[in-house]
């Protein structure tokens, strides 16, 4: 393994993630590597259905400007596969990533005999690659992104998580989450542990309760409005607040001008993100992201524009659920595209979708994109849809 390359494709080649049971794997891998994870400095945990990328690129950024050495972990990419573990802005270097990718692999060939069949996936060789980088880079503090849901996520193994941040419950990955707001804030309130604070962002009652009930501790919340939004879009507001109330929890002694400053410098690809005067793309994933990004849309700011919606979405995040609201509003219309996601996960069925709700199909986005005759054309839905989207657009 000498190249980046290679060392990508080694992660992409190993077994996607599925349900899982427990934390065997992870924890056996992490042995293997002398356990690096017990290494780390103290913790900032973020999940959420949406907004854990945004509260945990925010939080990093205070924590930087605060004089705090940040790692920050988080997914997907959008233009570079190294954007996902990060020191203080900086990409984990070509040299370290193959350099530790290649330790990793070489560990795994004893772990895969000693697992098999049940082996480490992809997401988990990743998180171990990142714990294994940041335990040699001598850092003050973490801010880490689950992957999926918490109480199993390959994440959830850090003794010095100081702060558990839920930024929002909604339905997704039910699959491997549960059915209902309960279950899924069930998981992800499974990244709480002792002696940690808890920050909320504006929860069901119904989650609140489920989480206030595994915490055992008060429930943290910020307040809207005392700091101007470190990212665009209305959404960005309560995440913004919530980052500021993390960081207040994990140290209550940075100052507003740090706030402010980190704020200010905190930028995210693919979020309410203006790429030309008249093209925006927006990872609203799923139907409450897509319900999200309407509302932003649909503020004064933009009331005399005319919206196309360009999605390429996943069939199971449900975001025909939103499409209803939106199309009641006649300066929008909606726009579906096929889109063959990650692992061969299949696109939503967009001509069955079209039919029901009337809206247009393309067969592709360069298509959509040349018949869309709208003020503002807005492309969502999958964030590795608008990746594809975004790196052509700038490119050219």
């Known amino acids: 393994m000498k190249t ?8 992409h080649g190993r077994p996607k993630g599925g349900r899982k049971e427990s934390m065997d794997r992870m924890y056996a891998l992490l042995k293997s590597l002398g356990n690096p994870q017990d290494q780390l400095p103290p913790a900032i945990h973020v999940t959420g259905t949406n907004g854990k990328g945004s509260v945990a690129t925010m939080t990093s950024n205070i924590l930087r400007v605060s004089g705090y050495k940040t790692g920050l972990f988080i997914s997907p990419y959008i233009i570079d596969f190294r954007e996902r573990i990060q020191i203080n802005n900086e990409l984990i270097s070509e040299a370290h990533l193959v350099a530790i990718t290649k330790k990793v692999a070489e560990t795994l060939k004893k772990v895969d005999v000693q697992l098999a069949p049940d082996i480490p996936t992809e997401f988990e060789v990743l998180t171990a690659v990142m714990f294994t980088y940041f335990a040699q880079q001598k850092l003050d503090a973490l801010v880490i992104e689950v992957g999926i849901g918490g109480q199993l996520d390959s994440t959830n193994v850090m003794p010095n998580a100081k702060v558990a941040v839920i930024t929002s419950i909604g339905l997704d990955h039910q699959v ?7 279950e899924i804030a069930w998981q992800k309130a499974g990244i709480i542990h002792n002696n940690m604070s808890v920050v909320i962002g504006n929860l069901p009652e119904n989650a609140r309760r ?3 009930d595994r915490a055992n501790v008060s429930l943290l919340q910020g307040s809207l ?3 101007e939004q470190g990212l665009p879009g209305k959404y960005q507001i309560q995440n913004t607040a919530t980052a500021v109330a993390a960081v207040a929890a994990f140290d209550r002694n940075i100052k507003s001008i740090d706030i402010k400053q980190g704020l200010r410098e905190s930028h995210f690809a693919a979020r309410f993100e203006l790429i030309k005067p008249n093209v925006m793309i927006d990872g609203a994933h799923n139907a409450q992201g897509l319900k999200e990004l309407y509302q932003a849309l649909n503020t004064p700011l933009y009331q005399t524009m005319t919206m196309t919606l360009i999605i390429g979405s996943l069939m199971d995040k449900n975001v025909v659920s939103a499409f209803d609201d939106i199309l009641k509003n006649k ?3 909606i726009m579906l595209v096929p889109f063959v996601g990650p692992n061969g996960r299949h696109s939503l069925d ?10 247009k199909v393309a067969e592709n986005w360069h298509e959509a994109y040349h018949q869309c005759h709208t003020d503002m054309i807005i492309f969502t839905g999958s964030l590795y849809f608008v990746s594809e989207v975004r790196g052509e657009i700038c490119q050219n």
């Open 225 to 227: 409005n005392d700091f």
């Open 350 to 359: 967009i001509k069955t979708v079209a039919q029901k709700y009337g809206v």
């Open 331 to 333: 300066r929008f219309q």
């Open 4 to 11: 980046t390359a290679e060392a990508i494709t080694f992660i």
């Open 176 to 182: 491997l989450l549960g059915h209902t707001i309960e």
């Open 210 to 212: 489920v989480i206030a």
